[in-house]
């Protein structure tokens, strides 16, 4: 990701918005390295396509090993599925097979609070450190 310095961001909030295809060559830890990385420099990571549930869980996992007090909160993750898709249909869903796209907010716990979620919106608010 490209660096930013800390003047450029001025007083708003960094949002990083992370493709299915930048995520699709790297394995779960750099995955999750990526996401923590971002979000312990205070920035929202928004994944185009998500995490598997191993993936979340892994995320939630590590996150949990490095929180502290006075340096990182943890994470708040919300994830909006995506309905619709190839593999949703009838022999999909017979076969077994899922679609795991989905959009998935994740953000620092102390700046960002969901306010609202359901199948078709998810309403965050993001605060200033």
């Known amino acids: 990701m490209p660096e930013v310095t800390p003047g450029e961001t001025g007083n708003g909030v960094q949002i990083d918005l992370i493709s299915g295809a930048r995520m699709e060559g ?11 990385d971002g979000v312990r420099d205070g920035n929202i990571v928004v994944l185009e396509e998500g995490l598997s549930p191993d993936e979340e ?8 090993t490095e929180i502290s007090p006075d340096e990182f909160n943890g994470i708040e993750i919300e ?4 309905t619709g898709g190839g593999n949703k249909g009838f022999l999909g869903r017979l076969m077994g ?4 796209k989905k959009l998935t907010v ?3 716990a102390n700046q960002i609070e ?6 078709n919106l ?3 608010l993001v605060s200033r450190k």
């Not at 994830?79 to 995506?82: D, E, I, W």
Request: glycine share 2%; hydrophobic share 35%.
């Open 57 to 64: 869980s892994k995320l939630i996992e590590v996150t949990m």
């Open 106 to 108: 994740i953000g620092p």
């Open 114 to 119: 969901t306010l609202h979620k359901d199948e």
């Open 79 to 82: 994830t909006y599925p995506q």
């Open 26 to 36: 790297l394995t779960s830890m750099e995955k999750i390295r990526l996401i923590l």
């Open 122 to 124: 998810i309403s965050a």
């Open 97 to 100: 097979k899922e679609s795991n």
